[in-house]
């Protein structure tokens, strides 16, 4: 059983979602809104969104039915998000690691995944902030949207009930570790080519090799192939 519910305006879904799941047992529950004030993202970075022309959605998972590990969890969440996506615009999304999805080189999703134990029930909190309809992003030249990277209107609403149906069935049944690994790796953004990192204030070229269940990303650099967390390296692009 699934719950989707809708307000108007909030600070953040992830934030707001804690007071629906106090009432509702449901294994699946999404809060969404199209106009977030205060979104937030991996490792405390900001997420702004444009009210009405974006969505910022959240769904809350009971850990107890996840059979895989939190990093596995993580990859599998953005793996579906691409698959939707993809569907969605017949075009190849990819997974710029850990967890962002990117279209046509350009950043449409962000993904924030916490665990909150709310009402004796332990969940995975989902959330993710897709540009859908924004025209102008301002200074920040890396980030996109569906209506940007295809030149396709589509309906915010049925949008939302699209992907929350899509993501209920594809968190019902989650493959192996091994299969996860394996699809991660296989849309992993700029996996195989020359790109340039950022790396103690300094650039240079690397090539990103695969990423791992640990959820370290191996990189082959000037000095040999090594291996970063989030943050420890940026990828220029």
Same mark, same amino acid.
């Given at each position: 059983?699934?719950?989707? *519910?809708?307000?108007?305006?909030?600070?953040?879904? =992830?934030?707001?979602?804690?007071?629906?799941?106090?009432?509702?047992?449901?294994?699946?529950?999404?809060?969404?809104?199209?106009?977030?004030?205060?979104?937030?993202?991996?490792?405390?970075?900001?997420?702004?969104?444009?009210? /009405?022309?974006?969505?910022?959605?959240?769904?809350?998972?009971?850990?107890?039915?996840?059979?895989?590990?939190? *990093?596995?969890? =993580?990859?599998?969440?953005?793996?579906?998000?691409?698959?939707?996506?993809?569907?969605?615009?017949? !075009?190849?999304?990819?997974?710029?690691?850990?967890?962002?999805?990117?279209?046509? !080189?350009?950043?449409?999703?962000?993904?924030?995944?916490?665990?909150?134990?709310?009402?004796?029930?332990?969940?995975?909190?989902? /959330?993710?902030?897709? !540009?859908?309809?924004?025209?102008?992003?301002?200074?920040?030249?890396?980030?996109?949207?569906?209506?940007?990277?295809?030149?396709?209107?589509?309906?915010?609403?049925?949008?939302?009930?699209?992907?929350?149906?899509?993501?209920?069935?594809?968190?019902?049944?989650?493959?192996?570790?091994?299969?996860?690994?394996?699809?991660? =790796?296989?849309?992993?953004?700029?996996?195989?080519?020359?790109?340039?990192?950022?790396?103690?204030?300094?650039?240079?070229? /690397?090539?990103?090799?695969?990423?791992?269940?640990?959820?370290?990303?191996?990189?082959?650099?000037?000095?040999?192939?090594?291996?970063?967390?989030?943050?420890?390296?940026?990828?220029?692009?």
């Amino acid at each position: 059983m699934s719950q989707l *519910f809708y307000l108007k305006e909030c600070s953040s879904t =992830n934030d707001e979602i804690s007071k629906f799941l106090l009432y509702d047992d449901s294994d699946f529950i999404s809060l969404h809104t199209f106009h977030q004030t205060q979104g937030r993202g991996q490792y405390g970075n900001t997420w702004a969104a444009t009210a /009405g022309k974006n969505l910022a959605y959240t769904l809350a998972v009971k850990t107890q039915n996840i059979l895989v590990s939190d *990093f596995m969890f =993580n990859y599998y969440t953005a793996i579906i998000i691409r698959d939707f996506l993809a569907n969605l615009t017949e !075009n190849e999304a990819k997974i710029k690691w850990p967890n962002d999805i990117i279209l046509k !080189n350009k950043k449409i999703v962000g993904i924030l995944i916490e665990k909150k134990k709310i009402n004796q029930n332990t969940y995975f909190i989902i /959330g993710a902030g897709f !540009n859908i309809l924004q025209e102008k992003f301002d200074e920040i030249s890396n980030a996109g949207s569906l209506f940007t990277q295809t030149g396709k209107h589509f309906d915010i609403n049925q949008f939302t009930l699209s992907l929350h149906d899509f993501l209920v069935e594809k968190l019902q049944t989650i493959p192996s570790e091994r299969e996860i690994m394996d699809s991660f =790796n296989a849309y992993l953004f700029r996996k195989d080519e020359i790109s340039v990192f950022e790396l103690d204030e300094k650039r240079q070229n /690397g090539i990103i090799r695969r990423a791992d269940e640990k959820g370290e990303l191996w990189i082959e650099l000037e000095d040999g192939l090594q291996s970063f967390y989030h943050k420890e390296i940026k990828l220029l692009y």
